[in-house]
């Protein structure tokens, strides 16, 4: 069965950092296509950042670029995002996501890019 399970949110200062964890199994720890998006309450959900591993091409909001960077250690199936320099408005739910694709996404931030999802993990940062 496939399944994504993050962890790593928690609270934090503006100007710190955390790093987020995306365990994965079954299908999705071959997924080609894995990315991070986040919703803040009232908002719609917002890509992140992506990454197709068969290349390493990873891909930012504009919002995040310089600051987010996502990776993957195969060896252990695991997705991260590390948050550096982090604002308030930073303030969401971080959700994991794969895609079931083997070719590079045409948009790898789009919302509907990706058909697995896991259930999310809180990210408050505070002024």
């Known amino acids: 069965q496939a399944q994504l399970v993050e962890s790593g949110g928690g609270s934090v200062q503006a100007g710190g950092s955390l790093r987020l964890s995306c365990a994965t199994s079954?299908?999705?720890?071959?997924?080609?296509?894995m990315g991070w998006f986040r919703q803040a309450p009232g908002k719609e959900r917002e890509g992140v950042a992506s990454?197709?591993?068969?290349?390493?091409?990873?891909y930012y909001a504009d919002s995040v670029k310089g600051r987010f960077t996502i990776s993957r250690d195969n060896a252990k199936n695991t997705l991260y995002l590390q948050m550096n320099s982090l604002k308030p408005e930073d303030t969401a739910m971080y959700y994991c996501a794969a895609n079931s694709g083997w070719g590079r996404m045409i948009s790898p931030l789009a919302r509907y890019e990706y058909n697995f999802w896991g259930q999310g993990t809180k990210v408050t940062v505070t002024s």
């Open positions: 990454i197709y591993t068969t290349t390493g091409s990873t």
């Open positions: 079954g299908y999705t720890s071959d997924s080609k296509n």
